[in-house]
């Protein structure tokens, strides 16, 4: 195993957080530190017992207290507080785990999971705002790959991120994916609107960073669209569609060994063996710079492993 000072070497970090929690019942136990990667020590540590049911403050509360130790200004709107389900939490975080597996199954076990959640606590907006980014993903993947009428899914998908917006306002997640929506459309105006609305929310989010900069790299804005998914890694150094996203983008500009840099990141992350796309576009990759038979190699590769959604 490696050390957080190992890990923090690797992701080109100066600090990393490290910690551990304890449940028994709805108590919680949870222990944090912030490492210094220079030395390997930590300059701070605190233990937080807790009920779970006050996760999202207590989430709020370390947070802030990293960010204190840091002299960051995170730039984050404060969210509407409010008791949460444990059970209805736990479901959310394997919700999301599933999503980002970006395949039909995963998007049918984080459905499942959001739904059995919402069951739990209908009120629970980050569920509905969850639901919609699963729902809207799934409508964009089936339009690209031509499988079948994604109507559905659009709306859905926008049915669920308006009412995580009735529930909390504060939320970025719900304008982001309504933005999302629109972009699967081809509705740019309107959806970069909303995208910018998000972000004013939570200049920090991911979500609504990312899907932005595909937004305005398909209309040619490469720099910008760059600029952006850079601030994503700044923020998930790990980040798999991310780093995968950077590849197609440097593919895009032509800029053909950052590309490959990044498409290399990205299947250290999920290897092409669960994902074979990485493999699609590191056969295109190699062609580009004439390295013809280990792109041919690559191309073979994938004629075997049609299983895995090559796309």
Known sequence: NLTAQEIGQKLGVT??????VRKVGTQLRIRAQLISIADGFPIWSQTFPREWKDIFSLQDEIAGLIAQNLSLKLGMTAGAKRAVFPEAHQLLLEARNSWELRTEVGYARAESALTRALEIDP????????????????AHIRGVEGLDDFSDDLNR???????ASELDPTL??????????????GRFAES????LRALALNPNSTYALANYAEMISSQGRLAEAIALRQKCLDLDPVGFTNLLALTQIHIQAQRFDE???????????LPA?????????QAKILLALGRKAE?????RMIRQRFDLEPR
């Open 192 to 195: 970069e609107k909303l995208f």
């Open 123 to 138: 009120a629970f907006a980050e569920a509905h705002a969850r639901l919609a980014t699963v729902c809207l993903t799934r």
């Open 295 to 299: 792109a041919v190699a690559v191309a």
């Open 273 to 281: 063996d669960i994902y074979i796309p990485n493999r699609g576009y």
């Open 172 to 185: 970025d997640l719900p304008p982001a994916s309504l933005a999302y929506g629109l972009m699967v459309e």
């Open 157 to 163: 998908g926008r049915r669920a991120a308006l009412r």
């Open 259 to 269: 590309a490959l840099r990044f498409n290399d990141r990205a299947t250290a992350v």
């Open 15 to 20: 600090h990393v957080v490290e910690g551990s």
